[in-house]
């Protein structure tokens, strides 16, 4: 009966004893951005709350971003940069807090949100017509810096001429650079190859 009576208040005990979750093994743990922080084991990222708990799982398609804290992914505006590759060429995304992709990769490169737009080099594809002698169309890549909203759609364009770009993995080894940084609210600076500065002004 005593023996009943003490594994029945053990029993009870249980609610009020708090269960703990350790992450071991961990390479870096990034600060806090948005109530997450990235961490990082071997060569994947994951995400944890303020209370340690995982909320995206270990995954390898996590995009970096430089800091002055360290270079690891975050979240900016409700968005993680995600990093797809086909045919040996990068593409990027982005993925809401629950995980799930929210944008599709498929911007030549991408920075993170801010004020609820990000930076991103927009792939335009186009057909020059037939090459009668091999019997295929002949397709011309091209790219444009442009901004997009949280959700994805187009807002502005940002560069007025095309760059031209050759779909080839052996071409393209790394990302085209984005030359357009965020400088005001409204206000995007670029500056070319002779020092020039260009603003651009989205309202």
Request: with cysteine.
């Amino acid at each position: 009966m005593k023996k009943l009576r003490m594994i029945s208040c053990i029993i009870l005990m249980f609610p009020f004893i708090g269960l703990s979750q350790t992450l071991e093994n961990l390479d870096f743990v990034s600060p806090f951005h948005e109530d997450l922080a990235a961490v990082q084991k071997n060569d994947q990222w994951a995400f944890i709350d303020r209370n340690g708990d995982i909320v995206i799982n270990f995954r390898s398609d996590l995009v970096s971003t430089k800091t002055e804290n360290g270079s690891y992914p975050l979240f900016s505006n409700g968005r993680c940069l995600i990093e797809s590759k086909k045919d040996g060429i990068s593409y990027f995304g982005y993925i809401d807090v629950s995980g799930k992709k929210s944008i599709e990769p498929q911007f030549l490169n991408a920075k993170n949100f801010h004020n609820g737009k990000a930076i991103v080099l927009q792939l335009i594809k186009e057909s020059a017509g037939v090459n009668t002698a091999l019997g295929k169309n002949v397709i011309y890549y091209k790219y444009y810096e442009v901004l997009i909203n949280v959700d994805g759609p187009l807002e502005a364009y940002l560069s007025k001429e095309p760059q031209n770009v050759v779909l080839d993995k052996s071409y393209l080894i790394n990302p085209p650079e984005i030359s357009f940084t965020h400088f005001s609210e409204s206000l995007y600076i670029k500056k070319g190859k002779s020092n020039k500065i260009t603003l651009v002004k989205i309202d």
